[in-house]
């Protein structure tokens, strides 16, 4: 079936130390790519989103990502992370279907002060 | 400007129950979405609209039924809540230029 996977469900992190969370689909054509937090107790924002062009993404915070097409994969990274950046992430595409979107199940980042 | 805005925050059902859950959106979006969040499993689309006047079956459409009632709202209802309908409800809206889903801040149901 086709989806979207994260590979880490839950991971745990001292401050200053780096992040990289994994994120991959198995939809061909073309796709839009996403990532998105959940702080605790509030909603979903957006953090970045790759369509076309440089595969490599700057967002909010500090984030980037990286597409990498032949591996089908949208990697999350952040060279330090802090305490705030607490939250649980989710990747999503949007398929080439419509206007279908598909999220992962998310990852938890724990950052330890 | 509010964004997405939904009611109620919480509401307890008991089995069997019926509910619509509001949503709506000033942002002069044509797509807008309903998901639900469970533990472990993400987001997953219930159903969505993709302009005002149509609807289209998302991964999970078993249960529910949608309404769009204008550019402005999407409701969603559950006729005969069951316990596994237990979640966390969000909409959102997305503008079609960028593709950005922007959230509401949820209903948290629980069915008993």
């Known amino acids: 079936a086709q989806s979207v996977s994260q590979h880490n469900h839950h991971v745990i992190l001292s401050e200053a130390a780096s992040l990289e969370l994994g994120c991959n689909y198995s939809?061909?054509?073309?796709?839009?790519l996403f990532w998105y937090v959940q702080y605790p107790g509030q909603h979903l924002q957006l953090l970045l989103k790759?369509?076309?062009?440089?595969?490599l993404v700057k967002g909010i915070k500090g984030f980037e990502a990286e597409f990498i097409k032949s591996k089908f994969s949208f990697n999350l990274r952040k060279p330090s992370v802090q305490w705030s950046d607490t939250a649980e992430y989710f990747c999503?595409?949007?398929?080439?279907?419509?206007?279908?979107?598909?999220f992962g199940p998310g990852t938890r980042l724990s950052v330890l002060p | 400007n509010a964004g997405v805005t939904q009611t109620p925050k919480f509401q307890v059902l008991k089995t069997g129950q019926s509910m619509t859950l509001q949503c709506a959106q000033d942002?002069?979006?044509?797509?807008m979405y309903w998901y639900r969040q469970d533990p472990g499993m993400g987001l997953r689309l219930i159903y969505y609209?993709?302009?005002?006047?149509?609807?289209d079956k998302g991964e999970v459409p078993n249960g529910y039924n949608v309404s769009r009632l204008n550019k402005r709202e999407f409701s969603l209802r559950l006729e005969s809540a069951a316990p596994s309908q237990t979640s966390v409800y969000f909409c959102?809206?997305?503008?079609?230029?960028?593709?950005?889903?922007?959230f509401g801040p949820g209903t948290r149901l629980t069915v008993t």
């Open positions: 939809y061909g054509g073309t796709v839009n």
């Open positions: 999503a595409v949007k398929t080439p279907y419509g206007q279908n979107f598909v």
């Open positions: 959102a809206s997305i503008g079609l230029a960028t593709y950005e889903q922007y």
């Open positions: 790759y369509f076309s062009g440089d595969p």
């Open positions: 609209s993709a302009s005002e006047g149509t609807t």
């Open positions: 942002m002069n979006h044509n797509s």
